[in-house]
């Protein structure tokens, strides 16, 4: 079947997660990665953002208080991923996330991006990362995306 191509200005505004403990996450995600709280609702919910927009994450505790991560072969959310601006800026991330001793689970060099990979106190797959400028992604000789996973220089980033 020919499906019509979504409209090329959609984007994904916010991940909302189920978090076992409001408090540690917000220290994670307020504390360490730098957002800001927009809005709490008690202690179960709160929407943090950067640059003040209405909520790029939500946490909530509605369903999961008290709750583990779950099992290795389930099926769920791989990871959420979370655009940085410039390479100095991820950069600025890695040196939080070393300073907090916070634990990559990963990091590559994409050829279209550098990304860092990590967990969330739930468990939760987080992937910080920065684009290259489109022109500078890698093709093949008939212009199709090339992307690799290559191992990412994190002394190099930190010069950034």
């Known amino acids: 079947m020919n499906y019509p191509v979504i409209?090329?200005?959609?984007?994904?505004?916010?991940v909302h997660l189920k978090v076992a403990d409001l408090e540690r996450s917000i220290a994670f995600y307020e504390g360490i990665l730098g957002f800001q709280i927009q809005q709490r609702y008690g202690s179960q919910a709160?929407?943090?953002?950067?640059g003040g927009?209405?909520?790029?994450i939500g946490l909530n505790t509605w369903q999961s208080r008290g709750g583990a991560a779950?099992?290795?072969?389930?099926?769920?959310?791989?990871?959420?991923?979370?655009?940085?601006?410039?390479?100095?800026?991820?950069?600025?991330?890695?040196r939080r996330?070393?300073?907090?001793?916070?634990?990559l689970t990963g990091a590559a060099d994409h050829g279209v991006s550098e990304?860092?990979?990590?967990?969330?106190?739930?468990?939760?797959?987080?992937?910080?990362y920065w684009d290259r400028p489109l022109s500078?992604?890698?093709?093949?000789?008939?212009?199709?995306?090339?992307?690799?996973?290559?191992?990412l220089d994190l002394d190099s980033l930190l010069l950034s």
């Open 7 to 14: 409209h090329p200005d959609v984007r994904i505004g916010h």
């Open 46 to 50: 709160a929407f943090l953002s950067a």
């Open 53 to 56: 927009y209405h909520h790029h």
């Open 70 to 94: 779950p099992a290795p072969g389930t099926t769920g959310l791989f990871h959420a991923a979370i655009l940085y601006p410039t390479r100095a800026s991820l950069a600025d991330a890695l």
């Open 97 to 103: 996330l070393q300073r907090a001793g916070v634990p």
């Open 115 to 128: 990304a860092l990979y990590l967990n969330d106190p739930d468990g939760n797959g987080l992937e910080l």
């Open 136 to 151: 500078e992604w890698p093709r093949d000789v008939e212009g199709n995306l090339q992307m690799v996973t290559e191992p």
